[in-house]
DNA sequence: GGTTAAGCACACAGATCGGTGTACATAGCG
DNA sequence: CGCTATGTACACCGATCTGTGTGCTTAACC
């Protein structure tokens, strides 16, 4: 009763510590950066002996690369593995996700070395989020998969990091262009009517289709 | 003769103190990132003494947004300005030329704090950036200039971006998209034939008739 | 030649960084 | 119970960080 303060739970504070540390680092990276987060700081928020941390990871490079890691596993199954939404619609969904700057691209910046194993993780993810889109860009029917799904990562990767310069969201943009890109990809029986106009002006709402069914709109990490 | 080596131009290594700041802090923040690079490393490799640097900078802070400041003051005009070029060429000529991580966005990714001046100048400068594209775009007759010209914008953006992810060169991406909303958002007639079917695949040239006329490949800075 | 501004060398400050060593407490489990 | 995993408290390390204080040297200009 001195110290020890009892958690809800029952969990005093102790025996969770991994998972704390790990939600602690995702939350400041993400708020404050990787480089202005330090290992104190780190322990403090998560509620967790500086040498417990060291218990667990070998260092903050280690820590860092397990965040990502930890951080969208399945790659946004909520839009892929959508069951009730067509492959265009699954397409178009994936910029319904409003999100702080991608922490893949933020790690990317942030770490100089391209060797460091959070970089190449985030190498990976990226290609492994392309690849995504292409399978449901061939799933759809479109004739270059592979092209519509390294051009609408590109979308979305611009829209992250041009919302942070900004300091404003941006998403909608990269919607409306992944929109003619879709469209213009699709066989032109696939594309619903109403589609292929002028895309509605770069703000609000484009993709009429996909977003009554999905709104993926979710509080994610990120 | 026992020190004070002289350089070539008899610039004995005194006298050009800022201008060697300067160069030397965009060459290491480029290279090794802004956080990474320390004060005295920077004195070093630029041949001045700390002294000298904070004679010149009140902090690092005020250096940083020095070197966003004189980084491309008048945004990219051997494209813009280009007077051989038609408004749609130069509209695709910002796709060619070629460059590391955009400093812009790297600085708003490596400082935390939205308000530091080198994130505010960042702003100012991709909205800049911005207004140039919308003011050609308007030029070449096209009908929503602003909604092109943030279309393009984000384009780039998410070149750099996923440039500096994946490790590999992107931009032929982003060209080909722009390729397709440029001579979308033109009217018919200035479209150049050829210009309307599949774009070429993503890789390789896209801007057939930009490329021929101005190669802007240039040894930029970033 | 003499004045002045610019630059240099160098020691040093205070903070923070990532990371460790050591000894103790506790929870879970057989 | 007693053993072992896990976690804690806390001091401490060396390195590095941005930034200063002081005194000297030198280039440029009149």
């Not at 290992?39 to 965040?67: M, N, P, W």
């Not at 190449?120 to 998969?145: I, M, S």
């Not at 092209?147 to 969201?169: F, I, K, P, W, Y």
């Amino acid at each position: 009763m001195t110290k020890l303060d009892k958690g809800p739970q029952g969990l005093r504070r102790g025996r969770g510590a991994r998972e704390r540390i790990v939600n602690a680092a995702q939350q400041l990276f993400r708020d404050q950066g990787i480089n202005s987060t330090g290992i104190d700081q780190l322990c403090a928020v998560a509620g967790v002996s500086k040498r417990t941390l060291y218990q667990h990871f070998t260092g903050k490079d280690e820590l860092i690369a397990e965040c990502l890691r930890r951080f969208d596993p399945n790659i946004l199954p909520e839009v892929f593995d959508s069951t009730d939404l067509t492959p265009r619609e699954r397409l178009l969904a994936a910029f319904d996700v409003h999100a702080p700057l991608c922490p893949f691209i933020a790690a990317a910046v942030e770490i100089p070395d391209p060797g460091h194993s959070a970089r190449l993780y985030a190498r990976d993810y990226k290609k492994a989020f392309a690849a995504r889109l292409t399978d449901t860009a061939r799933e759809a029917g479109v004739a270059n998969p592979e092209q519509l799904g390294e051009q609408l990562a590109l979308l979305l990767d611009g829209a992250s990091a041009r919302s942070r310069v900004l300091n404003t969201e941006t998403l909608a943009t990269a919607a409306a262009i992944a929109a003619v890109l879709v469209d213009k990809a699709l066989p032109t029986a696939a594309v619903p009517r109403g589609a292929g106009g002028n895309p509605s002006a770069g703000t609000g709402r484009v993709t009429d289709a996909a977003t009554s069914s999905a709104e993926v709109d979710a509080e994610r990490g990120w």
